[in-house]
């Protein structure tokens, strides 16, 4: 994550920035999804 935060703030494309935030993001949702079936079932 260290690594992102510092290639996050160098980075001045918004296009780079947005796509990165949204693979994150999309990431995370996959992670909590996968736990929340599995603590479930």
């Known amino acids: 994550i260290a690594w992102l935060t510092q290639y ?5 494309d918004v296009t780079a920035k ?9 990431n995370w949702v996959v992670i909590l999804s996968v ?3 599995v603590l479930c079932v």
């Open 8 to 12: 996050y703030s160098s980075c001045n």
């Open 18 to 26: 947005s796509v990165t935030l949204g693979m994150v993001v999309c």
């Open 35 to 37: 736990c929340i079936t």
